[in-house]
């Protein structure tokens, strides 16, 4: 058997790497044409090493969808192969059941998914910030954004905040209005000219606290030279958040939903985001066990068939999930299910048609 795996494995070489790089340098192609066409490479002299920096950057992301794309394609030409060849025939006639002779393709499919987690989990995020960096700097010839205006947002469950200027480089927010309220009533409200950070801790500076009895009439007013914010959190991770979801790892997007879900904002889009973390990886099983009983049938016509077949899949499975991601965001399904649906029908679906070609 473990000569059998290895054979396999190695028919699925080939057909894989060939299905990644295409799907690779296909989306990092149509990356450049949509740059040309926004008049961000020939009117501004990119120097060819900043581009080729950034597309190299911007690989581990596409391989997010590439892993899939290539494990289909990869599964279904093997496929077409030993049934064309008729070594599935011979190993079912050995007493071989179908789901035996093609396990070794699932048991790749399962480490391709790990794999594909792995490289979202912790290379995506370090690769995507070069990447951001490399665009701004050297294609939009523009530095990295130092700050902030008009900050709204709510820190603790009874902590408002209204920043006018938040400057990012010298972590220093400038204009602070900060109000504490309790059920039914304003309990203070903290006007500064600034904020800053010391030894960990942030502190207001030059300001003015006020204070509301039950009634919400103003009760006193005393100034401050330097006024501690408590918060249960760190005040920085509630206004600094540049990075897409799709560029940040598992851990920090729910570092992120728990800072939003504290701060009474929306979080269905990064709930969607989130379980698609662990959804799209394995994808790549999925494919697979779609794509393996479905290769069957029109195996006589050959490689050409593989490659209509993992369009076609490819088509309805790519509409399904962003068609779910929309339906997701808008609160119509719920954020597991708007991720998860696709491996679950199109897994379904594959053991589905398994079950009847065992059966055939």
């Known amino acids: 058997m473990k000569t059998y795996f290895r054979y396999l494995l190695r028919e699925m070489v080939l057909p894989f790497g060939a299905g990644f790089l295409f799907f690779v340098a296909l989306i990092l192609a149509h990356t450049l044409i949509k740059l040309e066409e926004a008049g961000l490479l020939s009117s501004r002299a990119v120097p060819p090493r900043a581009l080729l920096e950034w597309l ?17 394609l990869a599964v279904s030409l093997t496929v077409i192969r030993l049934a064309r060849d008729r070594e599935l025939t011979a190993l079912r006639i050995g007493g071989l059941s179908l789901t035996a002779a093609l396990s070794p393709l699932w048991t790749a499919a399962l480490f391709l998914s790990g794999l594909a987690f792995l490289n979202a989990e912790y290379v995506v995020p370090w690769a995507g910030e070069r990447s951001v960096e490399v665009f701004r700097e050297a294609i939009l010839r523009q530095p990295r954004i130092l700050m902030k205006q008009n900050v709204p947002f709510r820190g603790d469950v009874d902590t408002f ?15 602070v209005l900060i109000y504490r309220l309790q059920p039914g009533r304003i309990q ?14 942030w502190y207001l500076k030059r300001g003015h606290r006020h204070l ?7 009760q006193a007013s005393f100034p401050f030279e330097r006024w501690p914010i408590d918060l249960r959190r760190d005040l920085e991770k509630y206004w600094v958040q540049e990075d897409l979801p799709e560029q ?12 939003q879900r504290e701060a009474g904002q929306p979080v269905a889009e990064l709930l969607v985001h989130y379980h698609s973390k662990f959804s799209l990886p394995l994808a790549c099983l999925v494919c697979a066990l779609l794509a393996a009983p479905l290769s069957l049938r029109d195996a006589p016509t050959g490689v050409f ?9 490819l088509f309805f499975y790519n509409g399904w999930v962003n068609w779910s991601k929309v339906l997701g965001m808008n609160h119509i399904l719920s954020p597991w299910l708007a991720a998860w ?20």
Do not use: C, K
Request: a negative charge.
């Open 188 to 201: 203070e409200v903290l006007i500064a000219e600034r904020a800053e950070q010391e030894g960990g801790r």
């Open 161 to 175: 905040f209204h920043i006018r200027d938040v400057d990012v480089r010298h972590r220093t927010l400038y204009h």
């Open 248 to 259: 940040m790892s598992a851990r920090e997007l729910g570092e992120l939903i728990r800072i």
């Open 341 to 360: 649906s696709h491996d679950l029908v199109f897994g379904g679906l594959g053991i589905g048609l398994l079950w009847w070609a065992e059966r055939a």
């Open 212 to 218: 509301f009895n039950s009634r919400n009439e103003h």
């Open 305 to 313: 068939t593989g490659l209509v077949l993992t369009i076609v899949i």
């Open 56 to 72: 190299l950057y911007r690989v581990p992301l596409i391989a997010v969808y590439a892993f899939p794309v290539a494990t289909l």
